[in-house]
Structure formats: structure tokens, C-alpha cells
């Protein structure tokens, strides 16, 4: 079994930033990406940032040059620096982590931007 601790959400004025983390523990052999998702209100979840064990990440294009997902590997901690937050934002963010053949997700954390 593998936790997944998130912590870092808020309410935010829009312009402002937040800095998401996520800790995992338990069975962690090999992982393959840890990421970022987020589901708005009425909307289905989204892929926001993910980083891949080699370094390589991808974004979402709402979120580029915006947000910066960085992961600590020894620590199995991912972070997502978010910066210029609009209200579109706004929504339950979720870590992820893929392990090849499981995927777990957080229990959420909430981001909210104010106008």
C-alpha cells in the first residue's frame, strides 16, 4: 500500500502563489511519474503537471510558465509551484503517483483564487 500526503492549498488572491507538496510512503519500489491533478467544479479532473523518474516533465497548456512541478526523488516528495494564479484555477488538486503497474492518488487538497 503507498500514502500520499498533500499539503500546501489555500485561498489566494489571483497574481499570487501557492506551493503544493505531496510526500509518498509505504510500498514505493520503482516509479515511473509522480503528478499533478485537478478537478473544478461541475468538470472532470485534469492533468495539471506530471515528472517523469528521468526528469522529463509535461503541463498542461492552461499552466505553462505558470506552474513548476519539481520532485526530491530520496524524499519521494513532489512539489508544484504555482505562480500568476487566475480564478480557473481554482479547484481540488490531487497528487498522483504511477508505479508501472499500481497508480494512487491523495485525498485532495482545495486551491482556491479569489478575483
Known amino acids: 500500500q503507498v500514502q500520499l500526503v498533500e499539503s500546501g492549498g489555500g485561498l489566494v488572491q489571483a497574481g499570487g502563489s501557492l506551493r503544493l507538496s505531496c510526500a509518498a510512503s509505504g510500498s514505493i519500489f520503482s516509479i515511473n511519474a509522480m503528478g499533478w491533478y485537478r478537478q473544478a467544479p461541475g468538470k472532470q479532473r485534469e492533468l495539471v503537471a506530471r515528472?517523469?523518474?528521468?526528469?522529463?516533465?509535461n503541463y498542461a497548456d492552461s499552466v505553462k510558465g505558470r506552474f513548476t512541478i519539481s520532485r526530491d526523488n530520496a524524499k519521494n516528495t513532489v512539489y508544484l509551484q504555482m505562480n500568476s494564479l487566475k480564478p480557473e484555477d481554482t479547484g481540488v488538486y490531487y497528487c498522483?503517483?504511477?508505479?508501472?503497474?499500481?497508480?494512487?492518488w491523495g485525498q485532495g487538497t482545495q486551491v482556491t483564487v479569489s478575483s
Open positions: 515528472i517523469f523518474s528521468g526528469g522529463s516533465t
Open positions: 498522483s503517483i504511477d508505479l508501472y503497474t499500481r497508480h494512487y
